[in-house]
């Protein structure tokens, strides 16, 4: 379980509090207006935004100071790839980022590609992979990380509706091998539907408590409905 | 990151003893030593006033040339503007021989003169050291300048032609504010070159009316042997250089290092005599940079072949050389710039930049001070002359390799911390790679600058030794000067073959 525990993070003209827990397991769509600090919220829990008051748990122990230390992989809404390494590379980096790698960790780095369906496609750097294909490096290498909290901030954000789903379902079939926790970023309800059974509403410097998402749909608070655009 | 700091530290260290260091060294041996003579005196005065006017006539003359290039297009126009920057890693030496080519009572403006019954001048003295000056910096002036007219929305020019503005209304409404906000920088910045003027004075000055405060250094350092009076005059060099970048930091100073100059501004204004003026700057500027180059290659191809053995002994002596200082400039750059990114320090970057206020020699009597009662400092002469040079260099590494440092940690510095890519991983796995193209041309300029360096190892060298230049500059004192062309044909060739190297190697494969 993810507890945040009177947490308070101060930016300039800017703050945002959360008092809320995730369930393992559970799948949450963080959602809520541009510059509500929604990528805040995940980036003080990977690690990346510094805390200015409260705690951030994991399993009811506070989670270490590096990133890489947290139990978390994170997907960014862009450069998740590094442009001068092959896609093998880039995922082998989950593994050891130094490189070096035994026989059977390459083994296990060819079969993430196979995985999210990119077999041959490893030599390729970044630059020759369609935007889809990039989003599929970079899930290889969480499944890879093997992490049990995976937090993605729009990462499909420049794919169309279509890749977006499919995207999407390749993300809950990851999760259901898995079992990892999911908080993902996004703008558009729809995206909450097809993937998160909660919701956690980001709005007027709060991060609200997860709401199971069939109940915040059809019983919207106010925040939400003003972002939605409901009457 | 704790070994960031250390090697950082370190790097900054080095530095610090390298231009402070010395400074107190030379100091300490300046105590004992007398006032300073008229001689002294005037040497003050001429680097103070040669400096000035140089600026003064590179730029006065690169107004004219600048707003020629930005108004005309022609076939050849970034060919030339791509040779405008060429300057800065032509050997010094190389140009003063070409200019004597071009100016000197041999050369062809003399040969004319006398065909047509006058007197042939004498490139020698006060007025040699303006015109290669100007032969250096007019180029830097006119791509600085260059940069200020191109900066000018291309959407004003098209609006003044559609109000009908005249020449001089545009030179009144967009020029001359442009030319106000850029002209104190390039000034400035020729005024700081020229203060540090060695082997021009060298080469063409010397005498009581044309000798640098740098050349009064050297020789009183190598004829008199008078240590406490050549620490003296380092003192007043360095404080000369420390006030004029003082004063430049607080004005901006354009950057005229980048791409893009080949751009070219459509514009509707420009008709009549103005083309004939036009045409007679860009021409009589072309020609100015290119037939003393031209000279040299001319003189220098037939004798290629029979080159005398000291000066291919030289020449390799001086790629050891340059390669050397290019890795220890990188060697000092890289850490430095780790450090001012990770720490967002202004300071530290600030301190890498402290060699544009220091002099070679000024370091070189510095280290000599403090090598002499240690051991035979002539034994150093080439250690020392890599690392003098590898100093000279590191504003401009640091220039190149601080900002792509930042952004390559903004863009991919979560990535790199999320999966734990940290020391050693880090620096070989993403900075390494994506820095490739700014440390290719960082290391190619400071090859470069090495490569043509008469400075530092004139105070060195014993009779045996010699680097390139060196060696290029004793023929020319020698009057061999069929010799001291090809030398210095082979001398401008690998100065730009070791750049283009460097820098095409950054380049070749590199990923965007």
Redesign the interface.
């Known amino acids: 379980m993810l507890t945040l525990e009177g947490m308070r993070v101060e930016m300039e003209g800017f703050t945002l509090d959360a008092e809320l827990s995730v369930p393992t397991g559970a799948r949450v769509a963080v959602l809520g207006p541009s510059g509500a600090g929604k990528s805040t919220l995940l980036g003080a829990i990977a690690g990346f935004q510094p805390v200015a008051a409260g705690r951030v748990l994991w399993k009811g122990a506070a989670m270490p100071a590096a990133p890489a230390k947290r139990p978390v992989s994170m997907v960014f809404q862009d450069n998740n790839l590094f442009p001068h390494l092959s896609a093998f590379d880039n995922v082998a980096m989950g593994l050891s980022p130094s490189l070096r790698l035994s026989e059977a960790e390459r083994v296990r780095v060819g079969g993430a590609l196979q995985r999210v369906g990119l077999n041959g496609y490893g030599d390729r750097k970044p630059g020759r992979l369609s935007g889809g294909q990039v989003a599929r490096v970079a899930l290889a290498r969480v499944l890879l990380r093997d992490r049990p909290l995976l937090l993605l901030d729009e990462p499909f954000g420049a794919l169309g509706p279509a890749l977006k789903a499919e995207m999407l379902s390749l993300v809950a079939d990851l999760l259901d091998e898995t079992g990892a926790t999911l908080m993902m970023v996004s703008h558009e309800p729809q995206d909450a539907r097809l993937i998160a059974d909660h919701v956690v509403l980001v709005a007027e410097g709060r991060a609200h408590a997860p709401v199971s998402t069939g109940e915040i749909f059809a019983n919207p608070p106010e925040a939400l409905r003003d972002y939605l655009g409901q009457a | 990151m704790t070994r960031t700091t250390t090697l950082g530290a370190l790097a900054l260290g080095v530095v610090v003893c390298l231009t402070l260091g010395t400074l107190v060294a030379v100091a300490w041996r300046a105590e004992g030593a007398g006032g300073f003579g008229p001689a002294d005196w005037a040497a003050i005065r001429f680097t103070l006033w040669q400096a000035a006017l140089s600026a003064a006539l590179s730029v006065a003359l690169a107004v004219p040339v600048a707003r020629a290039l930005a108004r005309r297009r022609f076939p050849g126009r970034g060919i030339l503007i791509t040779l405008l920057g060429a300057p800065f890693i032509l050997p010094v030496i190389v140009a003063v021989l070409g200019l004597l080519a071009v100016f000197g009572r041999a050369g062809i403006l003399s040969q004319a003169l006398i065909w047509a019954g006058l007197e042939p001048v004498s490139i020698y003295g006060w007025h040699g050291v303006i015109i290669a000056h100007v032969f250096f910096n007019l180029p830097l002036a006119t791509r600085l300048i260059l940069q200020g007219w191109l900066a000018i929305p291309a959407e004003r020019f098209r609006l003044a032609a559609s109000l009908g503005f005249a020449p001089s209304d545009i030179f009144r409404v967009f020029e001359r504010p442009m030319l106000r906000e850029v002209v104190p920088g390039a000034l400035l910045v020729i005024f700081l070159i020229c203060l540090t003027s060695f082997a021009v004075a060298l080469a063409l000055g010397g005498g009581p009316r044309a000798t640098t405060v740098e050349l009064a250094i050297y020789q009183a350092f190598r004829f008199d042997f008078d240590l406490g009076k050549a620490a003296l005059l380092a003192l007043v060099q360095f404080a000369m250089g420390a006030g004029a970048a003082l004063i430049a930091f607080r004005v901006a100073i354009p950057g005229g290092m980048g791409g893009g100059l080949d751009r070219a501004v459509t514009r509707w204004d420009g008709g009549g005599w103005l083309v004939v003026q036009d045409v007679l700057c860009i021409g009589l500027a072309a020609l100015f940079l290119v037939l003393p180059l031209s000279m040299i290659v001319a003189r220098g191809v037939p004798e290629l072949m029979s080159l005398p053995g000291s000066v291919i002994e030289a020449a390799g002596l001086s790629i050891v050389v340059s390669l050397s200082s290019a890795l220890l400039c990188l060697s000092l750059a890289l850490p430095i710039a780790a450090l001012a990114v990770r720490r967002g320090s202004a300071l530290v970057e600030g301190v890498g930049y402290l060699t544009i206020a220091a002099s070679p020699l000024v370091i070189g009597t510095g280290l000599f001070v403090v090598v002499f009662p240690i051991m035979d400092p002539f034994a150093l002469a080439l250690p020392v002359t890599a690392l003098v040079n590898a100093a000279m260099a590191l504003p401009f590494a640091l220039r190149a390799l601080t900002p792509a440092l930042a952004g390559i940690e903004t863009?991919?510095g979560?990535?790199?911390?999320?999966?734990?890519?940290?020391g050693?991983?880090?620096f070989?796995?993403?900075w390494l790679?994506?820095l490739r193209r700014p440390l290719g041309f960082s290391g190619g300029l400071a090859a470069a600058l090495s490569m043509g360096d008469l400075g530092v190892i004139t105070m060195f060298a014993d009779p045996q030794t010699a680097t390139l230049p060196l060696q290029m500059y004793r023929l020319m004192g020698a009057y061999r000067m069929d010799d001291a062309a090809a030398a210095g044909l082979l001398l401008l060739s690998l100065s730009l073959v070791i750049f283009w190297i460097f820098d095409r190697g950054g380049r070749v494969d590199?990923?965007?």
Request: proline content about 9%.
């Open positions: 863009n991919f979560p990535l790199a911390d999320q999966l734990g890519l940290a050693w991983a880090r070989r796995r993403l790679p994506r590199a990923d965007a």
